[in-house]
């Protein structure tokens, strides 16, 4: 066969076109860990939780998060007999070193705490220009640091207050619900050192998860659930003045 | 017919400069880019690589299997480990990173690349060169007993000036059984922490 040099000059660019798709080759294969067979999310059960800290703390240490930046922290909240739909909220450093001491009154008061709540539908994901935060097909939110350009934009976009911009890396960062940890059959850092037992790791996909009977056999709501946004964060006896 | 021949040097032109296109494009994306959708696949195995510290409950367990059946026998049955103890690790120096190929290279000269994450040894890895440090009871058990409104009712609470009045709480309770009396011969919190 004769190929002339104006061939030539066509077939080597084609060529090494598809050479980089031939060398991208198939998924890399993890062989204790099928993205497929999971869902996570994340139960919290609000008459548990005592505001200890134990789990901002924990999720400081385990996770390098910079001080003043919280991908968990808890808030306490103080409904008042004369006004009920404006709570009174305080969150003193992310809860980290618990709370002050409350006197009994003849209001409420509660414990919430809050985290990504690695959204189905997460607004933080559509913003992104470059394609650097995604869902994972095992349903967790991640931030990719290496491609991130630091833009802020889902920042904003999160209802929740759920992303912060890292001081020294520049980048988005968020509640990777300990995805390092989880895909090796661990808890959550934030699980592991609650120890009320307040939250608990939930694989929506694995019949044999306990989160199952819990959703089946009690009611459970999501943070802003006007907001579409298809959270995983499932919260049982949420009181309806958190925000 | 011979002026159409300008027409087709002009389409070859456009052919070129497109093939030069997807020859660059090929080399700027990333190869996984839209593996499993717009993104970098790979960055989900790079997630998955950073290093645990928490050990969780199970690892502490098979070494202090001791302490494990003293907590089940007592209120703290469910209280794990690290709860208290924290993660016991410590930082090791970071390795020389791999310095990836020339385009990579050109990148990172524009755009630093995040610092890795330092190495970590735990004491779960090596227990010998790891060591705890004795949590103060009267600031760990503080943190959860101290006597607040706005803590479930149903939740054991004390007041910790009137309490004990600045005694260690391990004096009365052992944290890992706490009630008084109910387990005398429970092991005692010691476990090598000095």
Not at chain 1, 169 to 191: E, F
Not at chain 2, 19 to 26: E, H, N
Not at chain 2, 155 to 177: A, W
Request: charge should be neutral; hydrophobic fraction near 35%; aromatic fraction near 8%.
């Amino acid at each position: 066969m004769n190929i002339s040099r104006r061939y030539m000059m066509i077939l080597l660019p084609a060529a090494a076109v598809a050479w980089k798709y031939v060398e991208a080759g198939t998924p890399e294969a993890s062989p204790n860990y099928q993205m497929s067979e999971h869902w996570w999310g994340m139960l919290i059960n609000i008459p548990k939780c005592i505001g200890c800290g134990n789990c901002v703390r924990a999720c400081q240490t385990e996770n390098d998060v910079p001080d003043g930046n919280f991908r968990t922290w808890v808030e306490r909240y103080h409904v008042t007999d004369t006004n009920m739909t404006s709570p009174e909220v305080i969150s003193p450093d992310g809860g980290k070193e618990g709370f002050p001491v409350a006197e009994e009154d003849a209001g409420k008061y509660f414990f919430v705490p809050k985290m990504c709540n690695h959204c189905a539908d997460s607004p933080c994901t559509q913003v992104c220009p470059v394609g650097a935060t995604f869902i994972s097909p095992d349903g967790v939110v991640l931030v990719d640091q290496k491609y991130c350009l630091g833009c802020g934009y889902c920042v904003q976009a999160c209802p929740y207050g759920c992303r912060y911009l890292h001081p020294t890396k520049h980048v988005a960062d968020k509640c990777t619900l300990c995805y390092h940890r989880i895909t090796q059959g661990l808890t959550t850092a934030c699980c592991e050192a609650c120890p009320t037992g307040a939250r608990q790791l939930a694989d929506l996909k694995n019949p044999n998860d306990p989160i199952h009977e819990f959703l089946k056999t009690h009611p459970v709501q999501v943070l802003k659930p006007q907001m579409a946004t298809g959270a995983k964060a499932y919260y049982f006896g949420l009181d309806g003045s958190v925000r | 017919m011979k002026d159409a021949g300008h027409l087709f040097r002009f389409a070859g032109l456009f052919v070129v400069a497109f093939l030069v296109f997807l020859v660059v494009r090929g080399y700027v994306v990333p190869k996984t880019f839209g593996q499993y959708g717009h993104y970098r696949g790979a960055a989900i195995g790079e997630i998955a690589q950073r290093p645990v510290k928490f050990s969780g409950h199970e690892t502490c367990e098979s070494c202090h299997s001791d302490i494990a059946d003293t907590k089940t026998k007592g209120a703290h049955a469910h209280v794990n480990c690290e709860a208290c103890h924290g993660a016991l690790f410590q930082r090791m120096p970071a390795p020389a990173q791999p310095k990836g190929n020339l385009y990579e290279r050109f990148v990172a000269l524009i755009v630093p690349p995040p610092p890795p994450d330092a190495p970590i040894l735990r004491h779960a890895d090596d227990p010998a060169s790891v060591t705890p440090t004795k949590p103060d009871t009267l600031v760990l058990c503080a943190r959860c007993h101290t006597a607040s409104a706005a803590k479930p009712k149903g939740f054991p609470q004390v007041d910790p000036t009137q309490h004990m009045g600045g005694v260690p709480c391990e004096t009365c309770h052992n944290p890992h059984s706490p009630a008084m009396g109910s387990d005398a011969t429970a092991s005692p919190a010691t476990g090598g922490a000095k």
